[in-house]
């Protein structure tokens, strides 16, 4: 089989599986999030932090909630890093550096999972285990939750309320992630990711020493780390080491964990808006992304010249050839077109043209389909610009789901899309200014500047993934980072839910001949072409120092 019909047999085996999923997966999440019921579980840790699931929010607490619970997680993740040489099953590790221990945080919290470490020498089993997978879960949970409670700003009228934030928060993790986390789990022990908690120990004998290698609860983060679209890896290599990925069927799998909650969300908010058709025009959208960053990816990588090339069968460096390049090709646009940041391969030993590929994704605001929860909204923040758009050249008042788009709106909207531009070029251009940032990049020209473009973009659009070759392990790209990642994570989310209870006091407008009609083809067309325009004009001069320049010199 040559590796172009595998690569595309992969893509159609993933569209089955994905397809399959779609509707069982999309109508329980719609039922879970309207539930007036608590299971017993749920109960005892509403009792524990004191919430009281049944009272509903305005906006104002509902970002109260998710600001609070994101900051004492912040908060508990550092002091874990800073304690870690105290702590039992510390494997030997001492406590983590002030700088790093905040990038970590902030990182995990915020659903990026930057690593500017090695994580099999630096994090012991506690802080890996009680620290950095708990927050895989709890934030994703908190995407999922601010994406619902935009969607119910779609579904409610005359009435600010959105729902409980600490319902929400733990109904999307006691119902949702967790059982598929399990089942998921016990599929990777089978291919033959490792479960443990063993010590360091001596592999083998090389010229030279020995190999040393720890274990850990691998597979059980793992799951997670795809499922939550977050991407921190137990190990420095993430999801191209044996241990965690270890065979064509287990990289398809993650590829799949990766990208079935934020597609499936789609017909949650399909069916909790009261209009399937509407959610297949959303699910129209991203699926076209997605499927064409796929085969340009495919054929840019394939497209080889040359005869290291033509021996390899196209562009193999930096890529495992457990997966080869349909397989590494699949699982890079799956996690930049996401906000998962987990690699199989290395972005930085991409084509130019990859590597600018990658980078694109998530610059388009990983909303195709994005994030769990980040990517639905993000998506549902586009097609607000696109029916204001549409709005503009006909001469009507906008209007989306029955729900007017005036100045108030848009506002929000523009402002959710102009934050995370801003910090991704503002920080790279710092970075070029100061002396002593571009000291940690290990190329020079077109490629040294992608590598703090890519590091800044992947951090801000709370992706995690790294174009490598650049030491992020400094004071200035910890700092900043970190606080690109906060700030990308949590300011658009104000923005949302300000948007979300704006629409939930509106009054329904009647659909009259003259409404632009959301679910049909046509839209779906108008929103691919917002997005990439709006990228394009965003983006396009530093990609043209970067990628592009890479590319055309190639």
Known sequence: MSPVLAGVLQLLALIVALGLSYRPLGDHMAKVYSSEKHLRPEKWIYKAIGANPSVEMRWPAY??????????SVLFLYLLQRVQGSLPGSLGFVSIDPDQAFNTAASFVA????????????????VQTGGLAVQNFVSAAVGIAVAVA??????????????????????????????????????????????????????????????????????SQEVIKELGTNGGGYFNANSAHPFENPNGLSNLFEIYLILV????????????????????????????IWVGFTALMMWTEFAHSGPAFDLAGGAMEGKETRFGIGGSSLFAVATTLTSTGAVNSFHSSY?????????????????????????????????????????????????YLGKKIGTREIKFAACYILITPALVLCFTAASFVLDTPAHSMTNSGAHGFSEILYAYTSGANNNGSAFAGLNADTQW??????????????????????????????TPVPETAGTLRTEKPLFTGLLVGTILIITGLTYFPALALGPLAEGLAA
């Open 63 to 72: 970002l109260r909630g998710v600001l609070a619970f994101s900051a004492v």
């Open 111 to 126: 659903n990026t999972n930057w690593q500017s470490y090695y994580g099999e020498q630096a994090m012991g089993h506690v």
């Open 150 to 219: 935009l969607v119910r700003g779609f579904a409610r009228s005359r009435t600010g309320e959105l729902g409980n934030f600490w319902a929400d928060l733990v109904r999307g993790t006691v119902r949702i992630l967790l059982p598929i986390s399990v089942i998921g789990a016990l599929v990777l022990v089978a291919c033959g990711a490792i479960q443990n908690f063993s010590g360091i120990h001596e592999v083998g004998q090389f010229t030279g020493g020995s190999q040393q290698w720890n274990g850990g609860a691998v597979a």
């Open 261 to 288: 909650i934020p597609f499936a969300l789609t017909r949650t908010f399909g069916r909790m808006v009261g209009s399937l058709k509407q959610g297949y025009a959303i699910l129209g959208t991203m699926a076209a």
């Open 351 to 399: 084509t130019g043209f990859g590597g600018g590929i990658t980078m694109l994704g998530m610059q388009l605001g990983e909303i195709a389909p994005g994030g769990v929860g980040s990517g639905l909204y993000g998506m549902l923040i586009m097609a607000i610009i696109a029916v204001f758009i549409a709005g503009l050249m006909v001469g009507r008042t906008p209007e």
């Open 477 to 506: 790209f910890n700092t900043t980072i970190g606080i690109a990642m906060l700030l990308g994570r949590f300011l658009p989310m104000v923005f949302v839910l300000a948007l979300a209870g704006s629409l939930a006091e509106q």
